[in-house]
């Protein structure tokens, strides 16, 4: 259920209905948009909710019945686009943020080399895994702290921002010290105690899509982390699984507006993994912004063919540098600037 409140409401009568709401066992989420503040009731209460007794509440315009099982990530709840920023970079606006670097931090001079030609080229977000999930546990699973230290170390020196994985709720801590933005990975989407987590902590939060998941499971991950009250969350799309086997994974580009019709949320694509193909991820990054994403993932770095995880599909510099050139065509002709 969501409360509207007047245009004119006063602090004093929206206090009240969030006082009433609690007082019966409900979370009220607050959503000031431009003109009327907006409240969702989530939760489970013995005391049922009677839309009629809000509806009298002075200051109350209106109040709406949710169907869909996902409350604060709809536009219900939120009409107006969720604009997540830090510091000069803000993400879910006019500009399309590109995050960029090696699947892998392998060191810190490997770091060092990539960030420095993507921060040239126009990323405005290092990303890199410390901490790395694998399929085969003979492969390699990261610096850990140490890769983080060289994530934040090379990041500023390039004043850039760091996106990195969280993989574990006893993580949080460690990761969120060092990252401006805590990525949950595809294997960890329906990892329901890691976002309980993470709701409670005051960072953006970098959420793609489970291998196998449907948009309404996706969106309901997000509820998650947005009931423990961080609204901060931006959905990815990373590919999933089809039948299809000549790619890594299916690049599912019609996520992208069905996402920005049914949620607020910023929405990104990382075309690197969702196809796994070198040659494929700039045409599927330009598929994206054109399909309205608000950021790119992509994965890059000098030497592929000798990195640690991912190479075939991580793009060279130059590709990288080829590819903000694109986008720097295509994104006016949608109202967009890179």
Request: hydrophobic fraction near 40%; charge should be neutral; aromatic fraction near 6%.
């Amino acid at each position: 259920m969501v409360i509207v409140m007047n245009e004119h409401a006063t602090e004093d009568q929206v206090e009240k209905v969030i006082a009433a709401l609690t007082q019966k066992g409900y979370d009220a989420h607050r959503s000031t948009g431009a003109t009327r503040t907006v409240i969702g009731v989530v939760g489970t209460s013995r005391t049922p909710l009677d839309p009629r007794e809000f509806e009298i509440l002075p200051g109350v315009h209106e109040v709406v019945k949710i169907s869909e099982p996902y409350k604060l990530a709809g536009r219900v709840f939120r009409p107006e686009d969720t604009v997540i920023r830090m510091g000069d970079v803000a993400i879910g606006g006019r500009e399309v943020v590109v995050m960029a670097g090696p699947c892998a931090v392998e060191s810190e001079k490997q770091l060092d080399i990539i960030a420095a030609s993507v921060s040239r080229y126009g990323a405005r977000i290092l990303r890199g895994g410390a901490f790395k999930p694998r399929t085969s546990p003979y492969s390699f699973q990261g610096l850990g702290e140490e890769g983080l230290k060289y994530l934040r170390k090379v990041a500023d020196r390039h004043r850039l921002l760091v996106v990195t994985e969280v993989m574990d709720t006893a993580q949080i801590p460690l990761v969120a010290g060092y990252a401006d933005i805590l990525q949950v990975g595809a294997r960890n989407m329906q990892n329901f105690n890691l976002l309980k987590e993470l709701g409670r902590v005051r960072k953006p939060v970098l959420l793609k899509r489970g291998m196998s998941a449907t948009i309404q499971e996706w969106l309901l991950s997000a509820e998650y982390v947005m009931a423990g009250g961080n609204h901060d969350v931006m959905l990815c799309e990373r590919g999933i699984r089809t039948f299809e086997n000549y790619t890594r994974n299916t690049m599912d580009i019609s996520a992208i507006p069905i996402i920005k019709k049914i949620s607020h949320l910023p929405i990104l694509a990382d075309p690197s993994h969702g196809t796994g193909l070198r040659d494929k991820v700039i045409p599927m990054a330009r598929a994206a912004v054109a399909a309205g994403a608000d950021g790119i993932m992509v994965e890059v770095h000098h030497e592929p063919e000798s990195a640690l995880s991912d190479g075939p599909q991580s793009i060279y510099p130059e590709q990288f540098a080829e590819l903000m050139t694109q986008l720097r065509i295509m994104a006016p002709a949608i109202g967009r600037t890179i």
